[in-house]
Every structure is written in C-alpha cells, then in structure tokens.
C-alpha cells in the first residue's frame, strides 16, 4: 500500500455506525480518545464516520492507513448482521479471519450469566479475528478487541459502547500507543477564560505569540473561552507563558484551570458550618451543579429557613418574563454571615437561555471570593 508522508506519526480515528452517521447518539469514543492521545504528546490526524455498510468501512480503513501510522476503529463488533467491522477490516489488510476458541469459550460463559443456556450462534462472529492479530478482552461485554500490526502501522479494533470501548483504550490500546513511538515531547497549557469574548483576546493573544513556536486555539464551553497552547519547544514555551498570563489574568477565575463551579465545590466540602442558599434566579441549575454526595451536609438550599450563613439571590428578570430584546440582565447576591453582611450587583450578558449558565458561574466565582475575605476578616 502506498503511504501518504503528510500524515506520518498521526493517528486517525475511525467510528463505524448508522446511529452515529444518521446523528441518532454522538461520537463520544473519539472526542475522549483524541483528548487522552493528545494530553499524552501524540498527534490526531484524521477523523471518519461511516455506515455499517461495508464497502464504506473497508474504503475508509484503507485511506486512512494510507495517510497514518496508527489506526484505531471503533464499533461493528456485535452479533448482529450489521456489525461488519471484523470483515471489512479482514478484506482491507487482506488477511483471513480466524475463529478463536478461547473467546468463543468466554462469550458462552458470559451469556450463560445471563440465562442463555445455549447461546445464539449469532455471537460466533464475535470469536472471529483477522489472522496474527492479539485479542484483547472485554470485561464488560461479549465484543472482544484485538491489535495487530500491518505494513509497520498499528491497528485496534475496539468495540463502540464507550463502558466498553474506553476501558480497553485505557488499559490497553494507550500503553501501545506510548511504546510505538508516536509520543512526543509536547508542552502545553489550558486556561479558561470568563467574561471575555473569543474575538475580544484573540487578536491580542495570537499577537504575543507570533514569534514562538507555539500553537494557540480557542474552544467555547460557554460561559468560558478556552485557550490552548501547545508547542514541543520548551524554551519556547517557557518564555512565552508568563506573557499569556500577564494578559489573561483579569478572565481567570482562580489559576484557570477549572470552572468556578467545580472550584466552589471543591471549597464546600471544607467549611465548618452549613451553608443555606436561597436561589430565586436560576431555576435550580446553581443547586443541581453544586449539590453532590461531598458537599451535601456543608450546603442547602431552603428558602422557608434561615441560617447563620446564608445566600440569597434574585435577578435574571428578562430571561424569567421572556423579554428578547435586551443585552445585559440585573443579578444580585446577598450575603448574611456572622459579622459580614454584602450585597453584590452586577449587569450580566443576556444570551438567551444560556444566561442561566453565565449567571450559575458567575455566582460561584464571587461566593469563592466572599469566602476568601469572610476567611481574613475573621
């Protein structure tokens, strides 16, 4: 097979599916494992979705072997008629499928669990491997996995439920992956910046880091920008940091690493005392974001009683009364605690539904800082 050089040290992620070509679930296997690849300093290339048809996957396994060194494929490996991974993956590399005893034996212990005396013989297929590839056993399913090696390149066939997939990635495929050489040395930092526009920081950013080897990218998880920056030039790197920082430090929320939401439950789970909130503004979103099995004796959230430590927050009256023609809402939150006692008012962008998400973060972040000064005043 003729190679396409551009693509060298990439790996190329390929799911197979009509419920996921027809929209029916998302691709949630490739977007974790293109996170984790990437976290670990290797390189995604190329992305596919095709239907279980299998032309289509047999086409789509051979392009991308042309053009990557790694390829891992996930879905097809059921019992049904539709599940023809196994076969299109066979005819690609042009090697045999082989029936392995030792899976067929494991899938009639599993389903036997289940009640089947006799299993379907429907699931045979799923003992069926290509020749010379190691199979890899699913804990959590009938549908083993397998890698192998063709022409130098690494492929893993990975079942598609994600319970299942993402263990055996984990577990097995990633190990591999770090052993083959495709890991590289790469630096790179995240930060999430809130009450600041993509448009806003991106020229300034891209600015600075112009005359460095360093990639930058932005990503919206409203309400937050996320900015990426990566490089495999540490002094780079190094040098240009410190700058970034000096610019985005008024949109960080602690050092930016995570949401206020997470941060103030992480703070919840240390106080001394039972926090009450009375949320008149968010329909419930601040209490089911921050109410969890570890924060649940520090926090309530009952408007018929009143605490020593308590929070009262009102506003969000556009959204509430469906006005669609302004472009800031009122919040205010009030704090009563022993010896301190504020009121915070502030003008919030209003986008529609999404306001409800801008407001819960923006809560968070100054109940944080609230206690940061209740801390030192006491």
């Not at 050092?255 to 926090?275: E, I, M, N, V, Y």
Request: glycine fraction near 6%; proline fraction near 5%; include cysteine.
């Amino acid at each position: 097979m003729t190679r396409d050089t551009a693509s060298i040290n990439k790996i190329a992620l390929l799911a197979t599916g009509d419920e996921i070509s027809n929209g029916d679930i998302l691709n949630t296997n490739s977007q974790e494992i293109a996170h984790r690849l990437f976290s670990e300093g290797m390189h995604v290339g190329t992305h596919m979705v095709v239907t279980d048809h299998i032309v289509e996957i047999e086409q789509a396994i051979q392009f991308l072997l042309r053009t990557h060194n790694a390829l891992i494929i996930t879905g097809g490996l059921g019992p049904t008629s539709d599940d023809l991974t196994r076969y299109a993956l066979s005819n690609a590399i042009h090697r045999p499928l082989v029936f392995d005893e030792a899976t067929w034996n494991g899938i009639v212990n599993r389903l036997k669990q289940f009640g089947y005396a006799t299993p379907p013989s429907s699931n045979r297929q799923q003992a069926l491997f290509p020749e010379g590839a190691t199979i890899i056993p699913n804990a959590n399913g009938t549908a083993a996995g397998c890698m192998m090696t063709s022409d130098l390149q690494l492929i893993f066939m990975l079942p598609g439920p994600p319970t299942e997939c993402l263990p055996i990635f984990e577990q097995v495929v990633l190990p591999k992956l770090k052993q083959s050489g495709l890991q590289q040395i790469e630096y790179h930092k995240n930060w999430l910046l809130f009450g600041v526009s993509e448009g806003q920081i991106a020229e300034k950013l891209d600015a600075i880091a112009k005359p460095y080897d360093c990639i930058t990218g932005y990503r919206l998880c409203y309400p937050y920008i996320e900015f990426k920056l990566h490089s495999n030039r540490q002094n780079d790197f190094n040098t240009l940091v410190p700058q970034i920082e000096h610019v985005i430090q008024p949109y960080l929320i602690g050092d930016g690493s995570q949401p206020a939401s997470q941060l103030l439950r992480d703070q919840l789970t240390k106080l001394d005392f039972t926090l009450n909130v009375h949320d008149f503004a968010t329909g419930g979103l601040l209490e089911s974001l921050l109410k969890t099995p570890t924060t649940y004796s520090h926090l309530q959230f009952d408007p018929k009683k009143n605490h020593t430590h308590q929070i009262m927050i009102k506003g969000l009256d556009e959204f509430w009364q469906g006005t669609s023609n302004k472009s800031q809402t009122r919040l205010e939150i009030h704090f009563t605690f022993p010896n301190k006692s504020d009121v915070i008012h502030a003008d919030i962008p209003f986008r529609g539904l999404r306001v409800k998400h801008y407001a819960v973060e923006f809560i968070c972040w100054k109940i944080l800082d609230f206690f940061i000064n209740y801390h030192t005043w006491n």
